[in-house]
């Protein structure tokens, strides 16, 4: 190999290896990024909502909405 082959050859491993590890960074963060994110872990139902009981819902809908519409109301006024 003469030193222009060399040359090429150095510029080509150069190339590659930064092209492969952009690739392998991108990747592992992919996967590193899902691993962490997919599975429902405990650390992600520390504070589980309360859902109303749909036959309650359905014994007292307007009273359900009203309360609803006063917290909006409190929020919206406290701003202010």
């Known amino acids: 190999m003469d030193w222009q082959g060399q040359k090429l050859a150095e510029q080509l491993m ?3 290896l930064l092209t492969f590890a952009v690739g392998a960074f991108t990747a592992g963060g992919a996967a590193l990024t899902t691993l962490v994110t997919v599975p429902n ?3 992600f139902n520390r504070h589980p909502l309360n859902w109303l009981d749909p036959s309650e819902a359905e014994k007292h809908p307007k ?3 009203q309360k609803q519409n006063a917290t909006v109301f409190k929020k919206k006024s406290s701003k202010k």
Do not use: E, K, S, Y
């Open 14 to 16: 150069q190339i590659l």
């Open 41 to 43: 872990w405990p650390f």
């Open 63 to 65: 009273q359900h909405a």
